[in-house]
């Protein structure tokens, strides 16, 4: 089975000897939860460091697990009770239910609960109340412990051991591990006794927990108000410094005040520029106050910019050694691997150099406000949309819609960039020439304020008009996956209205990529909904029968595969059978390698009629690409809580994009040769664009 943890997990390098077994350095020892497969060595452990004997049992699809009793005595050994698809309630590894099910029970995330946000001020911040140490090592080494206990007596967890059963339960925590780290929880790894303590560090990922790195400070005095802050809220104290127009060396941490103003951090020879993110028509109890990052001041229409952002609660390490900001912002040598970490609190960011070898400088940029800035930006991008679209946002009439999308049908018969297959029409391929950048969006499904979000940023718009850009959506931009919306299919006509109008607009730097929801099939449904054959009925009755047939030609008449020089995007992911360009061009002839590349996932110990390392690479052969390239698919998102995973499944150059989170759109732009992920936070924008005259 293949370890999801495998060649992401980098040691923790500041770390504290207590009781001969080494811990992170910034985790309080009352912190500490262990945890992992029967056999891990996890009672040993606890004794070891003279924890709390008792063994302690948790069921993590609880309410307010987080403040069960079995969590008031720490350190101790906790055994997780999980969620498993056809199981309404929680199992251990090791219940008689999870060890006689054939084949395993599939893990179901979906239905763990997790720790809010601290939110008012007298709320406990319970992600940050317990770090969870999961104990595991490879399952031969755990058999082979299991095996000589048996002889010590008698465990009940160990009746028909067999190493298969280990790795199925070792996959488990692995799994379970990598979910609650995405998640926000404060998880570290341990692959034995006498190794070291180990992080996730997903790569494309830039934020790491702040514990993971911070030296120990002593505590400080109780004669002033710092010491008694750091007594009841363990926060220690951090100097306050203002920035000035004069360049200010920053030798310790410092904290700088959110205030709506920019300002430059210079790490060598490279000065990064820092601006408060400032999100329209958001209500003030709802604003997060980021940051994002970036070298220029304004976009260009020539060339799209990218940027990194730091969202509240996160910590980040810059330099060298990061390589989604070496690869965004090409530091030079003079920024050190590890130059500078930047955690934001409370919309605050708190500055610590990290190499005293390395300078680190600060000045003021200008004295004007930002947010003012940003709304005068902004207010013009919205304009340039409402132009576009011809007025408000909204469902078009019946006959204006009609006409709109016989038009879309005509222009992709002959459509650019996609050479003809066997019956004189665009064939399924789009080739690019590499000439503009590359814009990749997955699944919006019916995400309407995402697609108007991605449109008015970045001076999208202006570089669709110039053809300096390419848009691509890699398909089901209909069919809401909200949980109260998903039999609401106004958001999806708006939706497929709107790319209507883009594609006849930009005929040839616009492309929508055919996936598994872009159909009026039965069998397209989510949680038992038939989201597929609901929307034809609803078209059928505010349309008629002519646009449905034209929807169908449309449907028919999609891509399926985009190439460039640098990267291959489709819906789901490669076929499993060795292909050529040619049958791409002609899949009109082929439905099942269609449906293959809209419908397949990744292969997992759940799934293992899915793709895999081989797949992907037989795959770029294939299209005559080199052994680099960057493959996107979308489809598939590996959990609720982020919308971008690069090197997906261990897999190199293998990355999955979702565009669909309700808390805003993520993309891929493509620059100098490297696909780079952006997001950005959500926005009414509808009803923003609709107020405007």
Not at 403 to 418: C, F, G, I, S, T
Request: aromatic share 8%; proline share 7%.
């Amino acid at each position: 089975m293949d370890d999801p943890l495998k060649k992401i997990l980098k040691p923790i390098k500041e770390v504290q000897n207590i009781r001969g077994i080494e811990l992170p350095i910034g985790l309080e020892f009352l912190q500490l939860i262990v945890t992992g497969p029967p056999g891990a060595g996890k009672s040993h452990y606890i004794e070891q460091i003279r924890g709390w004997p008792n063994e302690g049992y948790l069921d993590l699809t609880k309410k307010r697990w987080w403040k069960d009793q079995t969590l008031l005595y720490r350190p101790r050994e906790v055994h997780l009770a999980l969620p498993f698809k056809d199981f309404s309630e929680a199992l251990t590894v090791f219940d008689k239910e999870w060890l006689e099910a054939s084949p395993p029970p599939v893990l179901e995330p979906s239905r763990i609960r997790i720790p809010p946000d601290k939110d008012l001020l007298f709320h406990s911040t319970w992600k940050n109340r317990y770090i969870f140490e999961f104990l595991i090592p490879k399952p031969s080494i755990i058999f082979k412990q299991r095996r000589n206990r048996q002889n010590e007596g008698y465990f009940p967890v160990d009746e028909n051991l067999s190493l298969e059963m280990v790795e199925q339960q070792t996959a488990v925590y692995q799994e379970i591990a990598l979910y609650l780290h995405r998640a926000g929880l404060n998880v570290y790894i341990r692959q034995g006794l006498n190794n070291p303590p180990m992080r996730i560090a997903e790569k494309g990922i830039s934020n790491v927990p702040q514990w993971a790195f911070n030296k120990k400070h002593d505590s400080p005095s109780l004669k002033n108000l710092a010491g008694w802050k750091w007594l009841f809220l363990r926060r220690y104290p951090i100097h306050w410094l203002t920035v000035t127009h004069e360049e200010q060396e920053i030798k310790g941490s410092c904290r700088i005040a959110h205030d709506g103003k920019t300002f430059e951090l210079i790490l060598g020879s490279t000065g990064l520029r820092f601006h408060p993110e400032i999100p329209l028509g958001v209500k003030k109890k709802a604003l997060k106050k980021n940051w994002i990052i970036n070298t220029e001041q304004t976009c260009s229409t020539k060339q799209i910019s990218g940027f990194a952002r730091i969202r509240l609660g996160e910590t980040v390490i810059i330099g060298r050694g990061n390589q989604e900001y070496s690869d965004l912002f090409d530091f030079p040598k003079s920024v050190s691997k590890r130059h500078v970490s930047v955690t934001n609190r409370k919309g605050d960011l708190v500055i610590t150099p990290l190499d005293i070898d390395a300078e680190v400088k600060i000045v003021r940029l200008d004295n004007l406000d930002y947010r003012e800035r940003m709304q005068s930006s902004r207010y013009h991008s919205l304009l340039k949309l409402r132009e576009l679209f011809g007025g408000p946002i909204r469902i078009l009439p019946k006959d204006a819609a009609l006409q709109l999308l016989k038009d879309v049908n005509l222009a992709l018969l002959d459509n650019p960039n996609r050479p003809e297959n066997r019956h004189d029409r665009a064939g399924g391929l789009v080739e690019l020439s590499g000439k503009t950048t590359a814009v990749i969006v997955g699944d919006l499904h019916a995400q309407v304020d995402n697609l108007l979000k991605i449109l008015t940023e970045n001076c999208l718009l202006d570089c669709l008009r110039l053809k300096t850009a390419t848009l691509l959506i890699l398909g089901d931009a209909v069919h809401s996956e909200a949980a109260n919306e998903m039999e609401d299919f106004d958001s999806s006509i708006l939706m497929m209205d709107l790319l209507f109008q883009l594609k006849l607009r930009f005929p040839s730097n616009f492309y929508y990529i055919r996936g598994n929801h872009d159909s009026f099939s039965p069998t397209v449904s989510k949680n038992g909904i038939p989201q597929g054959a609901l929307l034809k009925q609803e078209l059928l009755e505010l349309r008629g029968y002519e646009y449905v047939n034209e929807m169908e030609k449309f449907y028919s008449s999609l891509p399926l595969v985009v190439i460039s020089k640098y990267f291959i995007a489709c819906h789901a992911g490669p076929p499993r059978k060795k292909i050529t360009k040619k049958d791409i061009i002609n899949i009109e002839d082929n439905p099942n390698l269609a449906d293959e590349l809209i419908t397949t996932r990744l292969q997992r110990p759940h799934y293992p009629k899915g793709y895999s390392k081989g797949d992907v690479k037989k795959f770029r052969k294939s299209l005559d690409l080199p052994k680099k390239t960057v493959l996107i698919v979308g489809h598939s998102p590996l959990d609720p809580f982020g919308s971008v995973w690069k090197n997906v499944g261990t897999i190199k150059n293998h990355h999955i994009i979702y565009s669909a989170h309700t808390e805003g759109p993520s993309l891929f732009i493509e620059l100098d040769k490297k696909l780079i992920p952006i997001s950005f936070p959500t926005e009414p924008l509808t009803k923003l664009i609709n107020k405007l005259t």
